[in-house]
């Protein structure tokens, strides 16, 4: 393996021309690396189609840049803004907090603390390896600490209130089982009930911390020479209602404290209240202090809010019951931001053909591309291809072929990996996807394009299936589009979800991915109401419109999504945790909110497998006037797609079915379907309401991938072909194949002003057949 | 079908007892003064089995030294002179040794030269005493300084010498103190003995009743601060890093731990302790003699400490007690003494791993042995668990996934034909028959660690190597040959055949 290791990201991800994007990139094992930018054309170096191609782009990159190594803070913390240091130097204290624990490990974990890792300075409550409650003290020179007499039990509420007297230098360490019938693993019925409390003196006061030490929520501070300040201990778990006195407290105020009772007593130095700041519309990284001082905390790496507190009832959202939705859940590896220096800015130029671009970065025998998408200063073309940037985000890094024992059977394949992928991997620094369990066993909610992303290399294939997926599948179509000569522009699902329908209305056509899945709210509505209003939408993909998805106005890096109920889920969000902390609404499925994908683009998800795409075959609508256009120049049988860079076929993947009962308009035209699935496509569990044997594509007809076409309001219309391998047909028999062909028919009608071909075909059949 | 195994029942009264702690009052636990140690290691636990919380002594040996010296030092003045007078020598010939195991067991330096450091420093502090008229209290600074430089002496040529020839060094260096005493003229007329020493026993006591008393009394308070240095330097700072460095030398070293100079310290603390018995020693007696630096003496006390366990001081001391208790104990036997020592020690060092204190320990590895042993006679590898074993199981799920899955494949073995294989390699993506199906999905379910993957190779698109994931987020997978396949079909039809072959060997 090379000595030399090369990462970057792009920041934004998604721009217009005359913008400009920062890159970041991180460098070991040499000080200068090659840069050129490059348009990417296409990905998939798979033989039977054109390879790997790209377009070298003269710009203002210098040809050799400098860079360093760049270090990641992984795991999710919250920082107070102690800026007059009330937390720092205390010498009698109370530390209280309600936890969660979700992962004994090996190292010590902090829940609360102002802790100094290098200097042994300050205090610190928290877990220590063998998962007892404990609270730490250090002068610089020595540590002393107080233990817990039991054990904490991982998944169960707890209050835990550590006092410190530094006069008497005695120290109290209480630790309170909170479990009741909703809001733990286990119930009352278990007889782990018992509570500890521990009295002993200890032998070391602690000492106030250096400048830049900061009193934290689930980590603690450590500097090295070589990274500087970071964040350590990190905890991993959910913290509810904490606080500090600047005192001892009493007993009886432990007991008032452990149920949620909270005076402001004297001493009160802060008081989180982890509740505070809920709105309909989800809640923010501060976690506000309600004490006298009004020291906030910050969030990083995003904890992840709206999650159960230690007095949740079964209400089903922080909507409901805001007070009993205090639970904040800290990961050791989750990353939102990697938050590395820029080592180059481009000021993309006003007439930079809209594409997908990358830095390409060479040195020591390694090279990477850093992709970026360039959308045009004001609109050009009739054609849109939107690109599903959130399903890019919700697949980002994922660990699916590494971790998750079920994937094989999922995709029916023996995953292929290469050597990159080992490098990626190997620090684990780069953050995980929606697809990807935190260490604790939670789901991952958060993604974000502020890191380094391997599988949105342009040639990079999914180890689980050994196909492109997400940007390196979509760049198939942009391959067909430039060899079939059309005028596109690129835009990105973050345009559409930050402008609506106004993104999409300077267009007469609009495309859709390989695999749109990830849908906003936002996205939804601008996506109906273009339809409605005369638009086009080519929906050339499969599983799309599928996860209720939402980000925050202001940072759009950031996806979020809760894996809820049904669905093909990776994970699946605890009772109560479904609904986006960032926007306040139940996440899951659109299926399950009332908006079916078939609604809109008349198709939804029925079936997924990896191992063979199929054919379409054509249904007998393909012969009514109305839509027999569209196969022009295709024989009466001929079987369409019967080739593919993915599984061999352009019916494949993940495959959507017209359903009448969950929206398809009733006027859609049903053109073709596909046929001969293995039984390693199953019908999805969002359609198994009882299970019973023989849901597979052998044996039920619900498996298959539908052809579909329908007219909409003032002259629009949706062609539909729901299967993730439609595109990555295209590039085959050099582009000139008979999914090609329908694809010109569509856009060439698509892209005319005025009525569609065939729409005058409205009469009664008056038929003598 | 296999032979049925009967199933044993299984499950144990608990042989301990507990306290019951309750999380209404506070605990209160208090320390060693000057250390950060508790008094006694009482810890709680979730009992497995009922989920009570349990507390429990976790660590017994306190209590058993508690009992043990308690008895000794209760019983010990009820017994006669003679009884008296080996109790004392058992004290402090505990006390040598204790020290003793400090300098083998804990830094690790197979010095002999304990008992010439002892003698030395006794003779020294007779000396000022009867010739520099220096009172008797002085005697212990003397004496442990004496030790100290002894200490510091022998301690130059441990750096450079390895086991063995340092132990036969300091044997020498016994034999060069033994003939330079005897060969003192100004000693002559005593035949190298220094007698009418002063002591802490005043000399009208002198081989007293009171006498032996006080004397008894003082070889047990030597004890005691044996016990107190051993435990202040093999389970402190010093103690630590040398437990660190006997695991591996150069991690210590690379950790920055300076693992020759802790084992120096631990030389120099243990001699001067080594120099204070000395002083007592002589005090004890009134005099000193050659005798003292003899080698049935050293060899003696060399057959303590193997008899009770090199490197801990429950064995010093238990090893002590029993040579002492027939050599000064049974002094009617005679010889025979010498013969039953010695027999003693061949029987501990053959049947022993390390002593006495040892033979628990290795009671319990031997039961650990003998009982995976009957496991693995009386269970095959992924097959049905034993009721013995389930006890090792907190998810109790597993073991039936253990029962489904040895039923499993014992079906899917009979579907394996030559056909099946030639199935999957004419088509190893897409749709099967039913037998290839069930094989396929049963490869396709198993866990993830050492689960097969192909890795593609860096210089070709159709190059390709098989590999075994860790299952383990960030450990690379590993290769599991050097076999090149040149197309994706045969790379998946390898895999296939590796789990084929994992299949019919289970």
Known sequence: ?769 | MPEMKKLYEIGNRPREIFLSPDGETPTRRSRVPFTRRHWLKWRSRYNPKSLKLEKRLEDKKPLWWMLSLGLLLLVTPFLGNSALTVASIFCMFAAINVLWTLIIGTAGIFSLATLAVVGVSGYAAAAFNVYLGVPWPFMFVIGCLTGLVAGGVLALPSTRLDGLYFALLTLGIVEICRVFVQQLKSLGATNGSINQVDSFIPSDWFLQREGLLLGFFGAFALLLGALLLFKLVNSERLGMLLQTARDEEAFAEAIGIDYRRARLMVFMISSAGLGIIGAFYAMYYRSISPSIFSLDQLLLLFAMIVIGGIGRADGAVLGTAIVVLIDKGLLDLGPVRILIVAAIMLLVTLLTNNGLVGAREQFRNYRNRKKSEARARRTEKGGEVMPEEATDMPDKQEIFYRRFNKRLRDELKLLITPELIEEHRRKPLGRHSDALSRVLNYFRRSEMPDKYAILRQPENFNHYKIVALSGERGAPPRLVDDRLYESIDEAYHAVFLLRVNDLLES
């Open chain 1, 1 to 769: 393996m090379a000595n030399t290791r090369i990462f970057g990201y792009s920041d934004p991800l998604c721009l217009k021309a005359g913008e400009t994007v920062d890159f970041k990139v991180s460098v070991e094992g040499a000080r200068t690396v090659n840069a050129q930018l490059v348009r990417l054309i296409h990905g998939d170096e798979n033989p039977l189609g054109p390879g790997f191609v790209e377009e070298e782009i003269r710009s203002s990159i210098p040809a050799e840049i400098s860079v360093k190594r760049q270090f990641t803070q992984i795991g999710s913390f919250a920082i107070a803004d102690d800026e007059e240091r009330k937390l720092d130097g205390l010498q009698s204290f109370t530390l209280f907090a309600h936890f969660f624990a979700t992962r004994i490990k090996a190292e010590r974990q902090q829940i609360m603390g102002q802790w100094c890792v290098d200097e042994q300075k300050g205090y610190g409550l928290g877990l220590d390896p063998s998962g007892h409650v404990s609270l730490w003290l250090g002068n610089g020179g020595k540590v002393d600490q107080i233990v817990s007499e039991t054990r904490v039990v991982e998944r169960c509420w707890y209050f835990v209130a550590a006092t410190y007297d530094g006069t008497s230098g005695r120290a109290s360490l209480r630790l309170i089982n909170c479990v009741n019938s909703w809001n733990s693993r286990i119930s009352t019925v278990v007889p782990f009930g018992l509570d500890s409390w521990i009295e002993e003196k200890l032998a070391t006061k602690p000492a106030r911390t250096a400048g830049h030490v900061r009193f934290m929520l689930a980590g603690a501070s450590e500097t090295n020479a070589q990274r500087g300040p970071h964040t350590t201990l990190l905890f991993n778990g959910k913290i509810d209602r904490c606080g500090v006195f600047g005192r001892a407290v009493a007993t009886d105020e432990i007991g008032a404290l452990s149920r949620g009772e909270m005076k402001s007593g004297d001493g009160l130095v802060a008081h989180w209240d982890t509740t505070a700041g809920y709105t309909d519309k989800g809640i923010g990284d501060t976690i506000q202090d309600i004490g006298p001082n009004a020291i906030h905390l910050e969030g990083v790496n995003r904890p992840v809010r709206g999650m159960t507190g230690f007095n949740w009832r079964g209400a089903d959202s922080f909507r409901l019951a805001p007070r009993e939705f205090g639970g904040v859940h800290f990961h050791d590896d989750a990353l939102t931001d990697s938050n590395w220096d820029t080592t180059l800015s481009l000021d993309v130029p006003d007439d930079l053909k809209s594409g997908v671009y990358a830095l390409r970065l060479d040195g020591g025998g390694t090279q990477d591309y850093v992709p970026f998408i360039v959308r045009p200063k004001r609109p050009k073309a009739k054609i849109a291809f939107l690109l599903p940037t959130f399903t890019y985000l919700a697949y980002a890094n994922e660990h699916l072929a590494y971790e998750a024992p079920i994937a094989q059977a999922i995709t029916a394949h023996t995953p292929v990996i290469v050597a990159e992928d080992l490098e990626y991997k190997k620090l684990e620094e780069f953050g995980l996807s929606t697809y990807d369990h935190h260490t604790d066993g939670a789901g991952c909610c958060y993604s974000s394009w502020r890191r380094p992303i391997i599988s949105m290399r342009p040639k990079y294939r999914m180890p689980a299936m050994n196909f492109p997926w997400a940007l390196p599948a979509d760049l198939s179509l942009i391959w067909w589009l430039e060899h079939a000569g059309y005028d596109y522009d690129l835009i990105t699902d973050h345009d559409l979800h930050a402008e609506g329908k106004s993104a999409l209305d300077p267009y007469k056509v609009v495309l859709n991915g390989t695999h749109p899945e990830y849908y906003s709210e936002e996205m939804m509505d601008a996506t109906e109401a273009y339809l409605a209003d005369g638009g086009r939408v080519m929906y050339l993909g499969g599983n799309g419109y599928y996860w209720v998805t939402g980000l925050r106005a202001d940072e759009p890096h950031c996806i979020e999504v809760r894996k809820l109920d049904t669905g093909s889920r990776a994970w699946q969000a605890e009772p109560g945790e479904g609904y986006l902390a960032c926007t306040g609404e139940r996440s899951g499925l659109w299926r399950s909110r009332g908006r079916a994908p078939q609604k809109i683009v008349g198709l939804g998800f029925t079936a997924e497998g990896m191992d063979e795409s199929q054919p379409f075959e054509r249904m007998p609508d393909s012969f009514h006037k109305r839509a027999s256009w569209i196969f022009e120049g295709l024989g009466e049988r001929e079987l369409i797609g019967d080739f593919g860079l993915a599984g061999g076929g352009a019916a494949g993947i993940e495959l959507d079915r017209y359903e009448q009962g969950l929206g398809t308009p009733p006027h859609t035209l049903l053109l073709a379907s596909s046929w001969g699935h293995s039984d390693n496509y199953p019908l999805v569990s969002e359609e198994v309401t009882y299970a019973f044997p023989g849901r597979g594509g052998t044996q039920d007809a619900q498996v298959r991938g539908d052809m579909i076409y329908f007219t909409t309001p003032n002259n629009g219309a949706v062609f539909a072909s729901g299967s993730i391998a439609w595109s990555q047909a295209l590039p085959c028999h050099g582009g000139e194949n008979n999914v090609g062909r329908i694809m010109r028919n569509v856009l060439n009608a698509f892209i005319r002003d005025g009525a569609l071909p065939g729409s005058e075909f409205t009469g009664e059949e008056k038929l003598w057949r």
